[in-house]
Structure formats: structure tokens, C-alpha cells
T-cell receptor, first 113, second 116 residues
């Protein structure tokens, strides 16, 4: 069975600092997607960044980047120059090619002024 | 382009009462998901549709929960009768479906249910 584990329930960092959120997953499949979704307080969930398992190059989106270690089944999210608007729940998610998607329990991130 | 629309945003009912949630996905999205999200937790899949077909409803408590997606567009999730433990946010999401090059899910704002 596929699982997604986020080992950090809550984190706090100062504005402008860099923070890394951890995620590990377990699967026997070889082709899949990995995602980080952001859910701000009382707002809808949105995609932050996406990684396809067959791509070795780590995905980047502006201040957001991932460290994808396929052999270790690790998919961490790095937020550089953190901003107050980055305060949110962050969910790591794993999707097989058949659209079955599994979410982790989330990491609550606080950016402190 | 309109996003995923859900209603109602908030619903307060007494236990044993019925409740229904509605979702309108993004136009052209074949796959529709209903998720349950408890406070401070990640979304848990209730049911997934590919067009009109429920392809994964293994986590749907069928004794009290039901869902439908008529004509492969809008969907309704119903709970009857509601229990105290059903208090949660019910999220609807849609995607282009199998074969999509992105796999991205687009979420609605959710329907927050409080059962008293």
C-alpha cells in the first residue's frame, strides 16, 4: 500500500529565512507524480510544485524547490526567502498514473514577522 | 475561468438530520473527487469519479453516505443520517483525468459541516 509521511506536524521560521519541509513516501510503483499543496487558513488548497518520478532534475517554482531522492523515497520542499503569505498547511501528496492520490497529514508552517 | 464551486460553504445541523453538498467541477475535467478533511489533518478520499462512473468508493461509508455525478458534471454528496463524528470539511476537487500531463488537482473552498 502507498503511504505518505510528513514527520513535522508544525514549524515556525522568521520571515526571509529558508525552511525545508520533509516528506517520505512508500510505493512499489515506478511511475508516479509527487506534489506539494498549500492550504492557507480558511482558503482553498492550491498546488505549489509538482515532480514527475521519471525526471531526475528537481522541480523549482520561483522561491519553491524540491529535493527529490527517488531511491530514498524522499521529497522535501524548500521555501527560500519565506514571506508572511507562506503561512499555511502544506501537504505532500503522491499520485499514481491511475489518478489515485494520497495525501500526508500535513505540516503547519508559521512565518513569523 | 471559474474554479471548482462548492455549496454550501457552511452547514450546521443536528445529529440524525440529512445534509447534502454540491460540487461543480472545472469545465472539461473528467475526474472528480470528494475528500473528507478533519481539523488539522490531510484530506482523505471518500469517492472518485471518472466521468459518471465511481471508480473508487472503497472509503465511502455506504451505510450513511451516498454520492452521485449525473451526466458526468456536477456531483452531490449526501449524508443521512448525520452523526457527531461527521463534523469536518468536505472538499471537492477535479482534474483532467487519466492521461493528463500534469496530474494536478483543483480544489473547491470546501463545505464545513458542524453536527450538533
Amino acid at each position: 500500500a502507498q503511504t505518505v509521511t510528513q514527520s513535522q506536524p508544525e514549524m515556525s521560521v522568521q520571515e526571509a529565512e529558508t525552511v525545508t519541509l520533509s516528506c517520505t513516501y512508500d510505493t512499489s510503483e515506478n511511475n508516479y507524480y509527487l506534489f506539494w499543496y498549500k492550504q492557507p487558513p480558511s482558503r482553498q488548497m492550491i498546488l505549489v510544485i509538482r515532480q514527475e518520478a521519471y525526471k531526475q532534475q528537481n522541480a523549482t517554482e520561483n522561491r519553491f524547490s524540491v529535493n527529490f531522492q527517488k531511491a530514498a523515497k524522499s521529497f522535501s520542499l524548500k521555501i527560500s526567502d519565506s514571506q508572511l503569505g507562506d503561512t499555511a498547511m502544506y501537504f505532500c501528496a503522491f499520485m499514481l498514473r491511475d489518478d489515485k492520490i494520497i495525501f500526508g497529514k500535513g505540516t503547519r508552517l508559521h512565518i513569523l514577522p | 475561468e471559474a474554479g471548482v464551486v462548492q455549496s454550501p460553504r457552511y452547514k450546521i445541523i443536528e445529529k440524525k438530520q440529512p445534509v447534502a453538498f454540491w460540487c461543480n467541477p472545472i469545465s472539461g475535467h473528467n475526474t472528480l473527487y470528494w475528500y473528507l478533511q478533519n481539523l488539522g489533518q490531510g484530506p482523505e478520499l471518500l469517492i472518485r469519479y471518472e466521468n459518471e462512473e465511481a471508480v473508487d468508493d472503497s472509503q465511502l461509508p455506504k451505510d450513511r453516505f451516498s454520492a452521485e455525478r449525473l451526466k458526468g458534471v456536477d456531483s452531490t454528496l449526501k449524508i443521512q443520517p448525520a452523526e457527531l463524528g461527521d463534523s469536518a470539511v468536505y472538499l471537492c476537487a477535479s482534474s483532467l483525468g487519466v492521461g493528463s500531463t500534469t496530474g494536478e488537482l483543483f480544489f473547491g473552498e470546501g463545505s464545513r459541516l458542524t453536527v450538533l
